[in-house]
């Protein structure tokens, strides 16, 4: 979840985000994932999504319901999960931090750390914390081998947050911000690494 | 941050909390705090302290204003991170997995946690961010020796809150849920061990 990024006031000038592209069903979710992609939930607006999408907040409401309800319907984790996994085990570790340091940049926010968010809210932890377990965690655990595989699983996972959640929070003058990601594999893979080869 | 113990309503029936017990700030400061440990913050209602505290919801606006300005004064991670921190460098890795998994115990939630969820919040995420610089990372970095300190003590940070953030996604009926604490210290030490010791 971006913590800096992005206009404050969820209005469309969203990096990669053009106003008036598209419209309809489609045209909103896709504002509506790049706006909760770039900011924190509390910070999205419909108003905001409404006009990246180029539609009537009215609109949103009618197809969508509640923001909450929005939120449910774009939050999916497969796509990330798809870059975060494509390496073999032996080298899984490296490929991890070096993805999410990469998705961070493309997307302008974390790929992950929604999920940690979504906590705060009955309907959204139950939805996505199903999706979360299937998408990443459950995943992850079938790419395992060894003892235990499903607690990894869950452990690997909970470094990729904690890798989101203190890279947002330090930021923009922390330490974390200033190194490369080549440096932060070089401390933070090698834990992940262990999971990957059984702990 | 607890996610799934406590009552969902706010309600005074909080482990260890007795309503009408103590008046005036103290009371409604030790309240507070129960109540945002114990709960998402979107839970957490006014209503809900006043009613632990034992004193009137007019009250507790009165004397700290809107439930963030109550959530900033409440807000510290002094005591957790003189806990988390009590142990020598050389098994600080294991201590601190250790502490985790009892202070989640004792307390019903997450000591840490609570920083990632002020994310969505301007002003909280200004006071937050500053305090759990000050109390947990920059409190670890100068106990930290060799090169590169700042940014393991941010890296140890974001393990300590993944930690705590796939314990709460995972629960009640994740692997780590059922896994005891020592074999989480034996697979998720290593990792901040290795941090702790240089990277």
Redesign the interface.
Known sequence: ?S?TEGP?DGSPAVPGTEPGTGNGRDAIVRAARRAFTLK????VTMRGIAAAAGVSPSLIVKRFGSKEALFNTVADFGAAADELFAAPPERLGRHLVLTMAELRDRHGGDPL?R???S????DE?TLL?AR??EQV?GRLAGALSGP?A??????I???????G??????RPD???SR?SAE??A???A???Q??VDG?
Chains 1, 2 share one sequence.
Do not use: K, N
């Not at 924190?40 to 910070?43: F, I, L, V």
């Not at 499903?150 to 452990?155: C, D, M, S, Y």
């Open positions: 979840m913590t404050a924190p939930y509390a910070e750390l999920v940690v968010f906590l705060g809210i009955e932890r914390r979360f377990r965690t235990d499903g607690l990894r699983a869950e452990l996972a909970g470094q990729l947050l904690g890798l959640a203190t890279l947002s929070l330090h922390g330490a974390s190194a440096r932060l070089d401390l933070y090698p834990g992940l262990r999971l702990g």
